[in-house]
Nanobody, 115 residues
Framework: QVKLVESGGGLVQAGGSLRLSCAAS????????MAWHRQAPGKQRELVAS???????HYADSVKGRFTISRDNGKNTLYLQMNSLKPEDTAVYYC?????????WGQGTQVTVSS
């Protein structure tokens, strides 16, 4: 059983920054891949960024150059640094971990970017 708890969302003006955190129960060293997804109102949930244990990363084209995903294995925490935020980044952001044939999601944290 894995529990994921996100934090760090909020309201920010366009051009601003936020840093999301995802605290995981248990050691994340066993979690080969961790990722952030987001879901905007009326839209499907989409992958924002992912990171593997070795540090390799993948980003959606819409956030490349603005968002940075990272993980601190010692703190069992996943991060998403979001810079140059745009109104279209407004969504609920979810932490996601596939592990041992199961998928785990956090409860989500709301990010709202005003124009």
């Amino acid at each position: 059983q894995v529990k994921l708890v996100e934090s760090g969302g909020g309201l920010v003006q366009a051009g601003g920054s936020l840093r999301l955190s995802c605290a995981a129960s248990g050691t994340i060293l066993s979690m080969n891949v961790m990722a952030w997804h987001r879901q905007a109102p009326g839209k499907q949930r989409e992958l924002v960024a992912s990171i593997a244990t070795g540090g390799s990363t993948h980003y959606a084209d819409s956030v490349k150059g603005r968002f940075t995903i990272s993980r601190d294995n010692g703190k069992n925490t996943l991060y998403l640094q979001m810079n140059s935020l745009k109104p279209e980044d407004t969504a609920v952001y979810y932490c996601y971990v596939p592990l041992s044939g199961y998928t785990y999601w956090g409860q989500g944290t709301q990010v709202t970017v005003s124009s």
